[in-house]
């Protein structure tokens, strides 16, 4: 395999409710880099290769999962009830697509 620097890149944008007070620490664009780090040589075979660069990029998937999920739930505890109407009226609208498929099929 190429010694190349390789990394997971994840990128997001949060666009809160007007109404949505978050605290300074808290970026609304965000773009999060993770290595993925090369383990040491212990075989020459491909196949071995291969699995040293799934473990090292299964721990830098976790890594990032652990990032954004903290970041992701500070965002959630900043906009609070803000959103729940909104979350409401789309749910509704779906149930009512449904039934009006329902009804025109008899």
């Given at each position: ?9 994840v990128t997001y944008k949060i666009v809160p409710p ?54 992701l739930t500070a965002w959630r505890d900043a906009v ?27």
């Open positions: 395999m190429d010694v190349q620097s390789r990394e997971l890149t007007p109404s949505a007070v978050a605290p300074p620490s808290l970026s609304q664009e965000t773009t999060h880099r993770f290595p993925i780090p090369s383990l040491p040589d212990l075989e020459s075979q491909e196949d071995s290769e291969l699995k040293k660069y799934y473990t090292s990029l299964r721990t830098s998937i976790a890594e990032a999962r652990t990032k954004l999920g903290e970041e609070g009830n803000a959103e729940l109407g909104k979350e409401k009226s789309v749910k509704t609208e779906v149930d009512d697509e449904g039934e009006e498929e329902e009804n025109t099929e008899e």
